[in-house]
DNA sequence: CGGAAATCCGACGAAAACGATCGGGATTGG
DNA sequence: CCAATCCCGATCGTTTTCGTCGGATTTCCG
């Protein structure tokens, strides 16, 4: 189980955009300068405006921008951008999983990694990261199996 | 951020031989009855025996068998016999990361994820699986940066 | 002993995903 | 106008994934 390098990037580029939040929009070449390929990186950026995390100036003099609060800023929603939604297994959101299995009881077992994952994840907030505070301490959701 | 047909097979595999765990070793065949490619199966099968996680019978009559009390396989040891550890990012699990960047601070949140998620995984046995009960309740691990 | 049932294992191959790179178009400040 | 910058689709090499194949080995059983 592994992360792609987009949303490693991505989380990067956000963190760095937060920081510079007050200091107008940051162009590509900027933000690729920690060692970043930067056309790559450009895709990125573009996945980032069309989920709403970033606001983009074109032109000269222009750049990117975070779009909104930091507490709003969810590191699930800046991997879903970029990554597409978590997906631990088909069986999670297709319906007709396990072709001949009768009682496919894997399946709770996906569903409630995926809940409590994403949980996690919406768990940090660009704020959180920015001042380095321990991230939040929910407790996991309590899991009924689902009557299907 | 998805897994590999590798560990639904496999925890699919696990969770057959758990409930046969009383009627002697099973073939192949057999756990490939429910639609599961027979041959590809057999590559996984091999992981988990390497894993420790089921024994194997060879020769007429034999097959495959649970290894362990139900209560001590967990999901987290399935999937990384099958799809090795968790990795979410080069820069939890290596050092040098973040080439230039001099205060890497995504890095916490990698390594924060990559303990949560790890600890979700560890808290969830065959056991619990077939019986269908609610999973580990236990908490997030409270966190504290670390000083590096 | 011989054959059938089964696991074991390495190699191969098609298809998809990944990690970029490229080239050109559109927009805007100076 | 021109340079800086974002926008976007196409392409491309590499790696990973998802299997398949063929053969070797082990063991039961008659």
New binding site residues.
Partial sequence: M?L???GQ?ALHAMVFLAQKAQEG???????AEAG?????L??L??AL??GGLVT?????????QIARPLEEITVASILEST?GPLNLSECATDQACCPKSSACITRDVWLYLTDNINSLLQGITLQDVLHNKPYGVKEHQSYEPRLS
């Fill in positions: 592994k792609s390098t987009r990037y929009p940051q162009p590509l070449r900027t933000i970043l390929p930067e056309q790559y450009e895709q950026l573009g405006r069309r983009t100036i074109r032109g000269a003099a222009g750049g990117y990554e």
